[in-house]
């Protein structure tokens, strides 16, 4: 079955730098994948959707990609700022043609002031 | 923000209760799904719908059960809680392909 992989250890910047997070999956390669943030206590938000034709999507400061070969989606947030101190997750369907989805466990990211 | 409520938002409950948990959307969203999410695991499918009265099983649907009358109501119980099923259990919806809204969560705890 389809499975996510993501540092699960946290990640500590300095405010400015660019932020670099991995998602990898294992097995089909999706249509498209899905980043979501999530705050401590809320649900998770969605942020961003690429395709598999896609290699790059940008939105503001945030900038993902999407590797098929790879099997892998990064994920970037560039000039970071305190405010990005989050939890940031990659979603994708379980199986082609379903909108049952799987997330990974996430990776924390710290950036300090 | 898309209308997505959960309730109750805390439970305390006894080992072998049942419990039913609700999520009400106002989106007029075709699917909707349920996770956990625990320490270590992330967030996992326990149950998804993909319209009024058809269901299917995530990756982690054993002791719980689910409903769907209406397009905006998804009821998630759990037959006869057990300490295993303490979590923190999410509700989301969207049309498909797209973005999944997600709610506030509901804090479980079985004693």
């Known amino acids: 079955s389809q499975k996510i992989e993501q540092n699960s250890e946290a990640l500590n910047i300095q405010e400015g730098k660019t932020a670099t997070l991995t998602c990898n999956y294992t097995n089909y390669s999706p249509a498209y994948l899905q980043w979501y943030r999530q705050d401590p206590g809320r649900g998770p938000v969605f942020l961003l959707l690429?395709?598999?034709?896609?290699k790059e999507k940008r939105k503001e400061r945030l900038k993902v990609t999407f590797d098929t070969t790879l099997k892998q989606s990064l994920f970037h947030i560039t000039a970071s700022q305190p405010a990005d101190s989050a939890t940031y997750l990659c979603?994708?369907?379980?199986?082609?043609?379903?909108?049952?989805?799987?997330f990974g466990t996430g990776t924390r990211l710290k950036v300090l002031a | 923000d898309a209308g997505i409520t959960q309730s109750p938002r805390h439970k305390v409950t006894e080992t072998g209760t049942p419990v039913t948990l609700r999520c009400h959307q106002t989106e007029n969203h075709r699917y909707m799904y349920w996770y956990r999410q625990d320490p270590g695991h992330g967030l996992r499918l326990i149950h998804y719908s993909y319209g009024v009265k058809d269901t299917d099983k995530g990756e982690v649907s054993d002791g719980y059960s689910v409903s769907r009358s209406k397009t905006e109501d998804f009821l998630l119980t759990l037959e006869s809680a057990t300490s295993s099923q303490t979590s923190v259990y999410f509700c989301a919806s969207g049309h498909g392909n797209e973005k999944l809204f997600f709610g506030s969560g509901t804090q479980l705890s079985v004693l």
């Open positions: 690429i395709r598999e034709n896609e």
């Open positions: 979603a994708l369907p379980v199986s082609s043609g379903t909108y049952k989805y799987i």
